[in-house]
């Protein structure tokens, strides 16, 4: 059985700080993809990243970045120079890479507040 | 980006009734995906749909609920007697262009059971 676990439900960091949210995973596969998502107060899911369980290089795009490490089943984001816009609440999620069925295991969420 | 529709964006329903939501991805996809997220909760899977099967649904996805793609494009939930416990908000995702494990989400749909 999978699991994502997302120990931070709420961080408050003022505008312009760093902030890394946390994502743990457990799964016997030794093939997968971890994911991260945003849900804007709007509600709807934005895709962020996937990576897959062969590639630990850490990835940068903009201010975001995301340290990917097996050797403790972590996979965190970190935002750099945070804005008000940064405000929603993140999604670390697992999928299991088993052909015709991909379903994404969520962990809990992570709410982040960036104040002005 | 894949795009996915949603309709509607808001169901109102009394307990007992049916509804029926509906995804439309807008280009070609070989696996849809349906989830719930209960308010200020964690997005849970509901049940995968591949070549017009399910391939894994979830304990959740009891027999109120089914899923068809009825036209060759439209993707539906159905849940036959709503619940009040069934008020949510139900996403559907897309995936299986240019990399399977890519999932898309739709902008979802609030399901309010009175």
């Known amino acids: 059985a999978q699991k994502v676990t997302q120990a931070q439900t709420e961080i408050s960091v003022v505008e312009k700080e760093d902030v890394t949210l946390d994502c743990v995973y457990e799964?016997?596969?030794?093939?997968?993809?971890l994911f991260w998502y945003k849900q804007p107060p709007s509600g709807e899911l934005v895709f962020l990243i996937r990576?897959?369980?062969?590639?630990?290089q850490n990835e940068i795009s903009g201010r975001y970045s995301w340290n990917f490490q097996k050797s403790t089943s972590s996979f965190n984001f970190t935002i750099t120079a945070s804005q008000v816009v940064d405000s929603a609440v993140y999604f670390c999620a697992l999928s299991e890479a088993n052909f015709g069925n991909e379903k994404l295991t969520f962990g809990t969420g992570t709410r982040l507040t960036i104040i002005p | 980006e894949p795009e996915v529709t949603q309709t509607p964006s808001h169901q109102v329903t009394q307990m007992g009734q049916e509804v029926i939501l509906r995804c439309v991805p807008i280009s070609n996809h070989l696996y849809f995906y349906w989830y719930r997220q209960i308010l200020g909760q964690k997005v849970e899977f509901l049940v995968s749909f591949y070549n017009n099967e399910i391939s894994e649904k979830s304990e959740i996805f009891d027999d109120q609920f089914s899923v068809e793609r009825p036209d060759g494009s439209n993707f539906t939930l159905k849940i036959r007697s709503t619940k009040l416990e069934d008020s949510a908000m139900y996403f559907c995702?897309?995936?299986?262009?240019?990399?399977?494990?890519?999932?898309?989400f739709g902008p979802g749909t609030r399901l309010t059971v009175l």
């Open positions: 990576r897959n369980s062969f590639d630990e």
């Open positions: 799964t016997r596969d030794t093939t997968y993809y």
């Open positions: 995702a897309i995936s299986g262009t240019r990399d399977y494990n890519e999932q898309f």
